[in-house]
């Protein structure tokens, strides 16, 4: 092994990116004693309205519970189906199937891994309550052509943003096109929280309730309950608030966020430049004007695949395959339907190393391996 003279962050697939300031933010809650939700959690939230533009930001624990508080938040549960993609991380389906609802699995594009309009108008049945495209690499879903289909069908539209944080959809941010957005603040997203979520809803009677399913169910605030002998609990709910430590992080991040969205579109457009050399190696679209690219996913032979992944791996490159399709998952048989494309793209698609803490010289390294492993293994 030959690790320690690879240039820097090229061994990784993905990984947070820090901007010095998160550790002074994280212990200066540390004192107050109040770790879950409270005022700096408050005060990220409207950091992320003023952000994006909305009048209202829930924050919540993870993103995987703002999917599934969004869906119940607005009325999805039982005996509803869900219309998702199979290509996404399996956080998008076990959300709809926590939610009580039924994942309907659809094919994507696969120059962008994204759902077509086609191919949601196609899957939809008289069960279908909601449509949860998943943002793949950042860039937004355009379902404006069927957006009046599916409103007067009563078909809510959930976004699975976890990519798709400092996106536009147009000139529009991803999160106030009026769409129910979900986003993911893990440790390799564009944006981090170390662990955590947030949900844009679509009225303030939606978010009252998303408020309440992150807390037990219980109606008043910390500072309502201070006050009074007892508190209520409206309805089901768990414990998924964004705890203040977490949300001091992120006030951290948000306030760099322009440096890491420059970042990221550079390395994607020097991928893009660089990959041009490569015939066999398809590039995913994503859009890269309007998006803060999330990765960088290549498709390749599917013959070939698996074989470059080993390769390339032991070269120490961190190459990743996201992700493994779903509806051929066994904790989602219940719901497999054919999906033949999406088949064929889940053996296809390999990510490359993409992290703001990379170089040009990694995105050469990383393509210049990608050609020989290319050649070595066809
Ligand atoms: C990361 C991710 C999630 C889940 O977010 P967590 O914050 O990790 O719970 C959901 N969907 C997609 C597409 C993701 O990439």
Request: charged share 20%; net charge neutral; with cysteine.
């Amino acid at each position: 092994m030959q690790t320690t003279t690879l240039p820097a962050g090229v061994g990784r697939n993905a990984s947070p990116f820090l901007h010095g300031g998160e550790a002074a933010a994280i212990a200066a809650v540390l004192p107050t004693g109040q770790y879950g939700h409270g005022p700096v959690t408050e005060q990220f939230e409207q950091a992320l309205a003023h952000y994006l533009g909305v009048d209202d930001v829930v924050a919540v624990s993870s993103g995987t519970t703002a999917l599934v508080i969004g869906l119940q938040a607005a009325g999805i549960g039982p005996g509803d189906e869900v219309i998702v993609p199979s290509l996404t991380f399996c956080a998008s389906v076990q959300a709809i199937v926590a939610a009580g609802a039924a994942p309907r699995f659809i094919d994507v594009d696969p120059a962008t891994l994204c759902v077509t309009s086609d191919g949601v108008l196609g899957a939809l049945t008289p069960a279908t309550r909601a449509v949860m495209p998943v943002l793949y690499g950042g860039r937004a879903v355009g379902l404006d052509s069927i957006r009046d289909t599916l409103d007067a069908r009563g078909i809510l539209l959930i976004e699975d943003a976890a990519h798709a944080f400092g996106s536009r959809a147009g000139t529009r941010m991803v999160g106030s096109t009026g769409a129910l957005t979900c986003f993911s603040f893990d440790p390799i997203k564009n944006l981090t929280t170390g662990q955590g979520g947030a949900i844009v809803l679509r009225s303030p009677e939606e978010a009252r309730r998303a408020r309440s399913r992150r807390l037990f169910g219980v109606t008043q605030s910390r500072e309502e309950r201070a006050s009074i002998t007892s508190y209520g609990v409206e309805g089901p709910g768990l414990r998924c608030e964004l705890s203040q430590i977490n949300a001091a992080f992120g006030l951290v991040q948000l306030e760099h966020f322009s440096t890491v969205a420059a970042k990221r579109r550079h390395l994607w457009r020097t991928y893009r430049d660089a990959l041009r050399e490569l015939d066999a190696a398809a590039l995913v679209d994503v859009d890269v004007e309007h998006s803060v690219p999330f990765n960088c996913v290549v498709r390749v032979s599917a013959g070939q695949r698996d074989k470059m992944f080993e390769v390339l791996r032991g070269q120490g490159i961190g190459v990743g395959v996201h992700y493994p399709p779903n509806h051929s998952q066994p904790a989602f048989a219940t719901w497999h339907r054919p999906l033949p494309v999406t088949d064929e793209i889940g053996r296809q698609i390999l990510s490359l190393p993409f992290h703001p803490a990379m170089n040009d010289e990694a995105v050469h390294y990383a393509v210049a391996a990608l050609g020989r492993a290319l050649r070595s293994t066809s």
